[in-house]
């Protein structure tokens, strides 16, 4: 069974930072392509930062450029978002996101459960 948990989030004040991370396992790690998302109370989900399967290239949404960074480890099979300088409108509940990628040519989708990241001012 695929399983994506995430962990990290929390109630942190403006300014401060936390760290995510999206521990995978049931399936083999470097075939996917990985991103982010959020989706805060009565708004549609959001992108929020992608990164490739070999963490050679990443994308980021504007509103969070300069301040988060995603990075991945695929010896830990484990993938994580730096968030620095966190704002209120960050709070959201934010999932981790498995794709598979071109090169290993699969079609599969994958979502974990979300980790709740409340930011107070």
């Known amino acids: 069974q695929v399983q994506l948990v995430e962990s990290g989030g929390g109630l942190v004040q403006a300014g401060g930072s936390l760290r995510l991370s999206c521990a995978a396992s049931?399936?083999?790690?470097?075939?996917?392509?990985m991103g982010w998302y959020r989706q805060a109370p009565g708004k549609e989900r959001e992108f929020v930062a992608a990164?490739?399967?070999?963490?050679?290239?990443?994308y980021n949404a504007d509103s969070v450029k300069g301040r988060f960074t995603i990075s991945r480890d695929n010896a830990k099979n484990t993938a994580y978002l730096q968030m620095d300088n966190l704002k209120a409108e960050d709070t959201a509940i934010y999932y981790c996101?498995?794709?598979?990628?071109?090169?290993?040519?699969?079609?599969?989708?994958?979502w974990g459960q979300g980790t709740q990241v409340s930011v107070s001012s």
């Open positions: 049931g399936l083999t790690f470097s075939y996917y392509d």
């Open positions: 990164i490739a399967w070999s963490g050679e290239n990443t």
């Open positions: 996101n498995l794709r598979g990628s071109n090169a290993a040519g699969l079609n599969r989708n994958y």
